[in-house]
T-cell receptor
Framework: QKEVEQNSGPLSVPEGAIASLNCTYS??????FFWYRQYSGKSPELIMF????GDKEDGRFTAQLNKASQYVSLLIRDSQPSDSATYLC??????????FGKGNQVVVIP | DAGITQSPRYKITETGRQVTLMCHQT?????MFWYRQDLGHGLRLIYY???????DKGEVPDGYVVSRSKTENFPLTLESATRSQTSVYFC?????????????FGEGSRLTVL
């Protein structure tokens, strides 16, 4: 079972700032990585996925993968109040099964 | 486009009772999953299915039973509910092609076992 760790506590950022979230994983052989966003009381939704080392940008979101160090990060630029949510890091366990981290709550302060 | 629907959305039951949570998807996705979400544990996989009549255990399968006689349905049964099964249950589906790991979640079923 692949483990995914998200150890940071709630993150408060002012509107317009950059929110930075980190995630580490245990299996060096893991190939694909995901960030899901979950609003309070709602279901998770996919916002980013990354397979290759380096950065992947999509709008205000950037995912970063470093396989040598076994970490994945998510940057949210120009943070908006609508970005206030819990962000879940996930790793593909094969057969489309995902192992999720516990999540990091982000609060964007207007 | 109904997508993936779960029922009931809210359920209160007593210890020892049998409970079935329903999940229905309209996309004909191959893969379906059941996760539970608890504070301090995040999302944990209970069971998954790669196709009709093919199911397999996930991380926390004890006390749960699943079946998948039709592609679109994937019910989860708690045979004898326990308080530790109080949780929010999410059903999800995946195409199996395209983005592996792109899961589409239902709205969740909040189960309370007294």
């Amino acid at each position: 079972q692949k483990e995914v760790e998200q150890n940071s506590g709630p993150l408060s950022v002012p509107e317009g700032a950059i929110a930075s979230l980190n995630c580490t994983y245990s299996d060096r052989g893991s190939q694909s990585f995901f960030w899901y966003r979950q609003y309070s009381g709602k279901s998770p939704e996919l916002i980013m996925f990354i397979y290759s080392n380096g950065d992947k940008e999509d709008g205000r979101f950037t995912a970063q993968l470093n396989k040598a160090s076994q970490y994945v990060s998510l940057l949210i630029r120009d943070s908006q109040p609508s970005d206030s949510a819990t962000y879940l890091c996930a790793v593909n366990n094969g057969n489309n099964r995902l192992a999720f981290g516990k999540g990091n709550q982000v609060v964007v302060i207007p | 486009d109904a997508g993936i629907t779960q029922s009931p959305r809210y359920k209160i039951t007593e210890t020892g009772r049998q409970v079935t949570l329903m999940c229905h998807q309209t996309w004909s996705h191959s893969y379906m999953f059941w996760y539970r979400q608890d504070l301090g544990h995040g999302l944990r996989l209970i069971y998954y299915s790669a196709a009709a009549d093919i199911t397999d255990k996930g991380e926390v399968p004890d006390g749960y039973v699943v079946s998948r006689s039709k592609t679109e349905n994937f019910p989860l049964t708690l045979e004898s509910a326990t308080r530790s099964q109080t949780s929010v249950y999410f059903c999800a589906s995946s195409k199996g092609t395209g983005i592996p790991g792109e899961l589409f979640f239902g709205e969740g079923s909040r189960l309370t076992v007294l």
